[in-house]
């Protein structure tokens, strides 16, 4: 039996997947014969393709259709299990960017989808099919636009290059490998190493593929306008966060738990990350691309940020709840309520009924009524003024060509609410569905107090600093554990620094 490294005699073996599909078989069956050749072909039922991202051949168990109806599920379990954070303005943010980058991407057909999930953990990730979503934790810890973006295009990268088929690939084809090396050469050995190199692959994307996608990422930044040198400072914000993280797990003797696209050393010390994201920013395409921010959009968007355990979804039943406006209503039993860009949508289980709420800025000078009475369409009845909670409003049937709809303004802050009420159906259908919608439309009002401190929520506000502060006098007043090293690190400042007089920083309230 061959005295070689083990890692010698499956050099071949692994070179084998790396071929175009015409040759992979071909070559194989010159050097290694055709019995093995033929096990190892049925591996290739998935297919042996050109990566657009990469450029090289990509061994995939599975079909892009196959991984899309993955993803798809995972997303609507998500979605089903009211993972998302409750921020329209924030969601319809984070989507714009990650659109702009797909649209520079090496995929830029394909559908993606971004999503903020309500945990505050410091992470992102992408799922088969296009589905990328960031935690709300790890919003906190970003301070500007071009991070952002830097953390979407890493994970718009994964999927470009199809990271999930190859490590899907890596871990059944290593399994099988390592089985037929077993039954050809008796080597135990062989079959361990063979398991482990799977093992590696597996967790986590592996460092090659991690360094893969933050050269793809940082060329799609660079394409779409921004620096790629922002997803150095990304990481740099990960690896500090990691840092003070391994000091409350020595303390507590807990296991530690990193991002899943850490490097070993600082960003600033690796030559090989250096490399592939400076590499994007040499590239010549032709025409200089603006960057695309908004100086203090980020800063808005994330202001009110809620910090640490989210109160969403642990209050009363039959309750939605807007945590960053502030607003409730009720809802029958078996109905639903989406919070998207545009509006919040409220849907019976069987689709006989709806309520769309949107907002609009509210006019001092003028009333509920008289807006409900400039906007509506058709001819209006059962007119009512509403007192409750200690707003105002008006509600009121439309009905036109031959359809009534239930219409509703509540004044609330500096807003005022638009419900549109529909249901399918008229006369009779009408007149029972009109329950539901006038139940949800009376039942609206602001969170109280004590629903606020259910869930005891912490946000993040941004104020510029006072003359004479300092991180530690600024912490002082903080109600979270750890106050100061946790403004240190969501501000930059970690280990040490101070902000100068008059910067945006961020606080814990």
């Keep these: 039996m061959s005295t070689e490294p083990v890692h010698l005699l499956l050099r071949p073996v692994f070179r084998f997947f790396a071929q175009p599909r015409g040759e992979c078989v071909l070559l194989w069956l010159k050097r290694q014969g055709w019995l093995l050749a033929l096990l190892l072909a049925a591996l290739l039922a998935g297919g042996c393709t050109v990566n657009p991202a990469t450029g090289g051949a990509t061994v995939v168990l599975g079909s892009k259709d196959g991984e899309a109806e993955t993803g798809e599920e995972m997303y609507e379990k998500f979605k089903a299990e009211g993972a998302f954070y409750d921020d329209p303005e924030l969601a319809a943010y984070v989507e714009r960017i990650g659109q702009r980058l797909v649209e520079k991407s090496d995929m830029p057909k394909r559908d993606f989808t971004f999503s903020v999930i309500d945990a505050p953990d410091i992470n992102a990730f992408a799922t088969p099919g296009g589905y990328i979503y960031i935690n709300r934790g790890l919003l906190g810890y970003l301070d500007s636009e071009a991070e952002l973006a830097g953390v979407l295009a890493h994970e718009i990268a994964h999927v470009t290059a199809r990271h999930h088929g190859r490590r899907k690939a890596a871990g ?17 050995a062989l079959y361990e190493a063979s398991s482990m190199y799977g093992a590696e ?15 793809l990422g940082a060329e799609y930044m660079y394409k779409a306008g921004y620096d790629p040198e922002a997803l150095l400072e990304v990481i740099g914000v990960l690896k500090n966060q990691e840092q003070f993280q391994r000091l409350k797990a020595k303390a507590s003797g807990k296991p530690l738990a990193t991002y899943h696209g850490l490097y070993a ?23 200089y691309i603006e960057d695309p921010s908004r100086p203090g959009e980020f800063r808005e968007r994330t ?39 545009q509006a919040v ?90 329950a539901s919608l006038r139940e949800i439309i009376t039942s609206f009002r602001p969170i109280l107090p004590q629903e606020r401190e259910t869930g005891q929520p912490r946000y993040l506000r941004y104020i510029q600093v006072p003359r004479g502060a300092t991180m530690e006098t600024l912490a002082a007043g903080s109600p979270i554990p750890d106050a100061e090293a946790q403004l240190r690190l969501i501000n930059g400042f970690y280990p040490r620094g101070e902000p100068r007089t008059g910067d945006w920083v961020k606080v814990i309230r």
């Design 172 to 188: 059944v084809t290593s399994k099988v490998l390592a089985t037929t090396a077993y039954v050809f050469t008796g080597s135990g």
């Design 201 to 215: 692959l597996m967790s986590g994307y592996g460092r090659d593929m991690e360094l893969e996608a933050d050269g």
């Design 265 to 287: 050393s600082h960003p600033r010390n690796d030559k090989r990350l250096q490399t592939v994201i400076g590499a994007a920013g040499e590239l010549d395409t032709g025409a």
């Design 303 to 341: 202001d009110g940020l809620v910090w640490g355990q989210s109160v969403q979804g642990q209050r009363a039943d039959n309750r939605y709840y807007h945590n960053k406006l502030g607003f409730t209503f009720a809802h029958p039993e078996g109905w639903r309520v989406d919070a998207g860009a």
């Design 345 to 434: 949508v409220a849907r019976a289980g069987d689709g006989s009924a709806t309520v769309t709420i949107t907002l609009r800025r509210r006019d001092p000078a003028t009333t509920p009524e008289a807006v409900l009475t400039d906007l509506a369409r058709g001819e209006l009845s059962g007119g009512e003024a509403l007192e409750q909670a200690g707003l105002t409003g008006y509600s009121a049937v439309a009905s036109a060509g031959g359809r009534s709809k239930r219409l509703a303004v509540i004044d609330f802050g500096g807003l005022s609410y638009l419900f549109e009420g529909r249901v399918e159906g008229e006369g009779a259908a009408f007149g029972a569905g009109d």
